[in-house]
């Protein structure tokens, strides 16, 4: 079977250099039944990364001109891991150029973009997909299988969290993800689209919101060559820059099946490293996931007798088939780039079998609407409707 040869977009940048590894490495897990990809080309603005990514993808042309990549008919596949402002730009001309695209969420600024892109991506007949990892991991899926089996039955309510502190001190530099002309939704299409992906994959579509959006730290210090989570040394002479989009959100919710929904995250939440939780509570019983214990669930059911009733605990392993591609013994856990690695496989899987996947560019387009409703219910303070899709 002839590789899916792929063109990586961003790629001396962290999301970069995970998904080059992730299609380098995900046939020595799943096989090549699924079909292979082909590292062709590697997309990076910084021309003194070269070296260093030529040495990761041997091979591989390096160019600094995303359109030369969408220009060349070898190219299959358009991997989009470039800053949030850049999206749908790059989407919309790969998806016209009648490329497959996986893009990193969010899929694009505004819900208008996404599901412009999203029509064109059907128009074309293309294989696409948004980079939400984290339902990935096999412990979702069985999150999932007990939802849709009815054993909670009815949802009646969610709650979800997402928090880091790679802002928590306020000395912390700055750079692009606070930079509402380069990241225009800050931590909302950052990291809330993060749970907004749980919230579609275990409960369903969100019918209408209301948010409370916040600058917890309006100036930052500028310090050159500072990456995501390093903080550099400041001695008194750095330029500050305003912080032009949210640090924070808390909201509320309603979904379309009749639940609600309680849904906090930030980049401010000093100590938490990540922390990452839901609970769904059904009609008989309810589920709690958190991402300290990252392949655990816990269940609980009203079928239990009296005195007997409880949380248990299920740990996901080799039972499960994508567990065991990578591990054959139990609670030995599966992290964020196993993660990225099973997404890389899916994506290749649904070109080579030319059947989509969740999540696509619809779904895309459904959690970029739950992200405008925040920042519109934030400026207006006021509920929001989230029209169907």
């Known amino acids: ?11 001396s940048g962290w999301m970069g250099k995970v998904h080059t590894m992730a299609y380098q490495t995900f046939p020595h897990f799943f096989g090549p039944s699924g079909g292979t990809a082909e590292v062709a080309m590697i997309v990076e603005a910084n021309p003194a990364a070269a070296k260093d990514l030529q040495a990761r993808a041997p091979g591989a042309i390096i ?25 749908h730009e790059v989407a919309k001309a790969a998806l016209l150029a009648g490329k497959h695209v ?40 069985l999150a999932k299988e007990i939802i849709d089996a009815g054993e909670i039955g009815e949802i009646k309510m969610f709650r979800g969290c997402q928090h880091v502190d790679m802002y928590g001190d306020p000395l912390a530099p700055f750079m692009w993800r606070a930079d509402g002309t380069k990241a225009p939704t800050g931590i909302v299409g950052d990291t809330g689209s993060h749970v907004f992906s749980f919230m579609d994959f275990l409960v369903g579509r969100v019918s209408r919101l209301i ?27 750095e330029d500050w820059a305003e912080v032009t989009n949210p640090d924070a959100t808390n909201l509320l919710c ?6 609600s929904g309680v849904v906090d995250f930030s980049r401010v939440a000093t100590g938490r490293k990540f922390m990452q939780t839901y609970e769904i509570y059904g009609t008989r019983g309810s589920l709690a996931y958190t991402y300290d214990e990252v392949n655990r669930l816990r269940v609980y059911s009203n079928d239990d007798r009296t005195g007997r009733q409880g949380f248990r605990h299920i ?11 990578f591990l054959p013994l139990p609670n030995f856990a599966l992290g964020y780039n196993e993660s990225k690695i099973i997404e890389a496989a899916e994506v290749i899987r649904s070109i080579t079998s030319g059947q989509p996947q969740w999540p696509t560019f619809e779904t895309g387009h459904h959690i970029a609407q739950i992200v405008d409703a925040c920042m519109e219910s934030s400026r207006t303070q006021a509920w929001v409707d989230i029209p169907p899709s």
């Not at 505004?110 to 294989?127: F, M, P, Q, S, Y």
């Open 102 to 141: 996986y893009c990193e969420k969010p899929l694009a600024d505004t819900a208008a973009e996404a599901r412009e892109l999203a029509d064109i991506a059907r128009e074309k007949g293309v294989i696409t997909r948004v980079g939400h990892a984290f339902p990935c991991n096999p412990v979702h899926h």
């Open 315 to 325: 740990d996901v392993g080799p039972e499960n088939e994508t567990f065991r591609a």
């Open 1 to 11: 079977m002839t590789p899916i040869k792929v063109a990586v977009l961003g790629g």
């Open 254 to 259: 309603r979904f379309e099946n009749g639940a």
């Open 63 to 87: 160019t600094q001109n995303w359109q030369e990549a969408i220009a060349d008919p070898e190219i299959d596949l358009i991997d989009i891991c470039l800053p949030d402002s850049l999206h």
């Open 211 to 237: 948010a409370d959006n916040l600058i917890v730290t309006p100036r930052r210090p500028v310090v050159d060559g500072v990456g995501y989570g390093e903080q550099g040394q400041l001695d008194g002479s």
